[in-house]
């Protein structure tokens, strides 16, 4: 029994001293980061077809996907950035 709890001290503190390093995260603070990522790009590309509607009236095909691509890529880089990213909305 005693063996057992020198174990679990142990690595209780192993724990500790990585969560103090920075090289644990706190379960729900990655919960938090990835669902504020996830939230913010599906809004992104949820607001896609009005955003093209407003930018690309009367513009052909070619300058449409374009603007289309950069939202997309606008949205996927705050994404990839961790929400870093800034946009001109």
């Not at 070619?62 to 994404?79: D, F, K, M, S």
Request: charged content about 25%; proline content about 3%; hydrophobic content about 35%.
């Amino acid at each position: 029994e005693r063996a057992r709890l020198t174990h679990h001290q142990a690595n209780s503190a192993e724990l500790e001293e990585q969560t103090k390093r920075g090289k644990l995260i706190p379960a729900e603070q990655v919960k938090q980061s990835w669902s504020d990522l996830v939230v913010s790009t599906r809004a992104k590309l949820l607001a896609l077809p009005s955003r093209l509607a407003s930018t690309c009236t009367g513009k052909g095909s070619t300058e449409l996907e374009a603007e289309a691509r950069a939202i997309v890529y606008e949205a996927l880089t705050e994404l990839a950035v961790g929400g870093n990213a800034d946009s001109p909305e």
